[in-house]
């Protein structure tokens, strides 16, 4: 099943896959995907565990390549292209499981992610991580995230809500045209929650967003077009309204039996 593009005009297509497979041997973990995001769309994909949502976001990002199909980056074939120079173009990810460094601090992190923009990466910002232009952007990505009144302390230390919106600043401070946040709110307790709800919410309207979330609060209060995938598959999209009284989807995923 393909969802098909809402546009014609390429100009409008933020991110692209066309056909996509990956194969682990015998097992196909990505069939025959074909998914679009338009520019500035808030995308969820959503599915039960095991239906290759991770595997996608790893080939988009170029953790992995496919074993056939395409993947375009705002009209541009990208399937070949090193996963950081997909970041160079505007691609950026989160992880499931964050990855940052421990031993930093947010303004530490901050400030890698927005050397990194300029081509120089950490050296860069330890040779010029005082200047006061670059001081002011990591300072307005931290305010923006609500991290001004932790940037000093040791990641390690901060709690866990806090850990996932500085992975997400981070995302942010690399410009990203295209964002994909992989469950931003796994693993974050139920009081700091509502932090990674308003700050998904709240992202640039200018950034496109691909969701993967099994939280349906959040995908259903932050998402426009939401795509569902069952083995590998696409098994259908529509918006909000449509997927959430889909009966496929609630046989699928919600484990409700289909009575018609």
């Known amino acids: 099943m393909s969802d098909a593009p809402l546009s014609d005009a390429p100009r409008d297509i933020a991110l692209q896959t066309v056909n996509l497979f990956r194969n682990f041997g015998g097992l196909t973990a990505t069939n025959d995907v074909s998914l679009t995001l338009r520019r500035g769309e808030r995308h969820a994909l959503i599915g039960p565990n095991g239906a290759g949502k991770t595997t996608l976001i790893n080939l988009l990002t170029g953790v992995l390549r496919p074993s056939s199909g395409r993947i375009l980056l705002e009209g541009e074939d990208i399937t070949e292209a090193r996963a950081d120079e997909r970041v160079r173009r505007g691609l950026a990810r989160t992880f499931q499981i964050n990855q940052l460094f421990a031993a930093m601090t947010p303004l530490e992190g901050v400030g890698m992610a927005v050397s990194q923009t300029k081509g120089k990466g950490w050296e860069f910002w330890r040779s010029v991580g005082h200047s006061r232009p670059v001081i002011d952007e990591i300072v307005e990505v931290l305010d923006r995230f609500g991290l001004c009144d932790v940037m000093g302390e040791k990641i390690s230390s901060l709690p866990y809500g806090k850990q996932r919106l500085l992975e997400i600043a981070m995302a942010i401070a690399c410009r990203p045209r295209v964002l994909l946040l992989d469950e931003p709110a796994a693993g974050v307790p139920e009081g700091e929650r509502e932090d990674i709800l308003d700050v998904v919410a709240k992202l640039p309207e200018d950034v496109?967003?691909?969701?993967?979330?099994?939280?349906?609060?959040?995908?259903?209060?932050?998402?426009?077009?939401?795509?569902?995938?069952?083995?590998?598959?696409?098994?259908?999209?529509?918006?909000?309204?449509?997927?959430s009284t889909d009966p496929r989807v609630r046989a699928v995923y919600l484990g409700e039996a289909d009575h018609g």
């Open 208 to 243: 496109t967003v691909l969701l993967i979330e099994h939280d349906m609060d959040l995908v259903f209060r932050f998402a426009s077009r939401i795509s569902v995938l069952v083995s590998g598959a696409l098994l259908t999209a529509g918006t909000v309204d449509e997927i």
